[in-house]
Nanobody, 125 residues
Framework: VQLQAFGGGLVQAGGSLRLSCAAS????????VAWFRQTPDKERDFVAG???????YYSDSVKGRFAISRDNAKNTVYLQMNGLKPEDTAVYYC????????????????????WGQGTLVTVSS
């Protein structure tokens, strides 16, 4: 499976961006997909994930501001980011794994074997 993440950019605090993660391959609809983010001085952190059945999970830092969704017909997962803050600045990565169950979502990087190349989000104050 190949993943391509795009949609990052520069935005002012309080603004919005929508990231997309497009996947190739036949396992997409049976997979859990997640977004992680990383800054140079930190480990890669879980942001949001969506299960095979459409259940969503968020880190406490983005809950209420970000929304993850999927379109299986387009093999694409989206991350709508609203109310962006300077601390949201990071490289965002999408990751995929054939799901262990309908409601499964992994929350650590080691849970995933397929990764996109990352897209940079910069939020100015």
């Amino acid at each position: 499976v190949q993943l391509q993440a795009f949609g990052g950019g520069l935005v002012q605090a309080g603004g919005s961006l929508r990231l997309s993660c497009a996947a190739s391959g036949r396992t997409f609809s049976n997979s859990a997909v997640a977004w992680f983010r990383q800054t140079p001085d930190k480990e890669r952190d879980f942001v949001a994930g969506i299960s095979r059945s459409g259940g969503t999970y968020y880190s406490d830092s983005v809950k209420g501001r970000f929304a993850i969704s999927r379109d299986n017909a387009k093999n694409t997962v989206y991350l709508q980011m609203n109310g962006l803050k300077p601390e949201d600045t990071a490289v965002y990565y999408c990751a995929l794994r054939p799901a262990l169950g309908a409601s499964w979502v992994g929350v650590t990087p080691r849970d995933y074997g397929d990764w996109g190349q990352g897209t940079l989000v910069t939020v100015s104050s």
